[in-house]
T-cell receptor, first 112, second 116 residues
């Protein structure tokens, strides 16, 4: 089955700096890669996603890149703000599998 | 519109008790997923419904876990004879697409189950 590894497990940045979180996956059939933000006591919230026919996608301060050959994808947050502090999860899934496989999460702390 | 709702939000059960966790998906969403999230870890897949059909239950950890969605909307996850290792947050997600896992899932707030 699919295996997703996520690094780093914790990340602390100064407000205004950039943050990068990286994930690798094992199943070449995976074709959908969402990123979620989870705040304390809440469920994961989708912030951006990318499909395997695209190499990069950007939405304001957030961007995701995908390298299918190397089986890795990354989340980039620019101009970080204290409200970006949360746990971020990457995930991978495929058309033929209903389930998503998640990484173990990255706790991002943005210091004002 | 209303998002995914789950009840109860918190549940404390004594070891050996049965519990039932409810999920109300977004109205009209075809697909419904249950995940288990242990403290400090990512969600782990339990089971998946498309309408009332349970298409994948490969993630259910034992036969003490049972899920149903009889009318294709509300779903219930039941855990019989709860054990301490069942303590976790149980997340429900729904999706408007029926084509599998390659479309966005909307998560509820979760039910935190503590087994004492």
């Amino acid at each position: 089955g699919e295996n997703v590894e996520q690094h780093p497990s914790t990340l602390s940045v100064q407000e205004g700096d950039s943050a990068v979180i990286k994930c690798t996956y094992s199943d070449s059939a995976s074709n959908y890669f969402p990123w979620y933000k989870q705040e304390l006591g809440k469920g994961p919230q989708l912030i951006i996603d990318i499909r395997s026919n695209v190499g990069e996608k950007k939405d304001q301060r957030i961007a995701v890149t995908l390298n299918k050959t190397a089986k890795h994808f990354s989340l980039h947050i620019t101009e970080t703000q204290p409200e970006d502090s949360a746990v971020y999860f990457c995930a991978a899934s495929s058309t033929n599998a209903g389930k998503s496989t998640f990484g173990d999460g990255t706790t991002l702390t943005v210091k004002p | 519109g209303a998002g995914v709702s789950q009840s109860p939000r918190y549940k404390v059960a004594k070891r050996g008790q049965d519990v039932a966790l409810r999920c109300d998906p977004i109205s009209g969403h075809v697909s419904l997923f249950w995940y288990q999230q242990a403290l400090g870890q990512g969600p782990e897949f339990l089971t998946y419904f498309q309408n009332e059909a349970q298409l994948d239950k490969s993630g259910l950890p034992s036969d003490r876990f049972f899920a149903e969605r009889p009318e294709g909307s509300v779903s219930t996850l039941k855990i019989q004879r709860t054990q301490q290792e069942d303590s976790a947050v149980y997340l429900c997600a729904s999706s408007s697409y029926r084509t599998g896992g390659d479309y966005e899932q909307y998560f509820g707030p979760g039910t935190r189950l503590t087994v004492t």
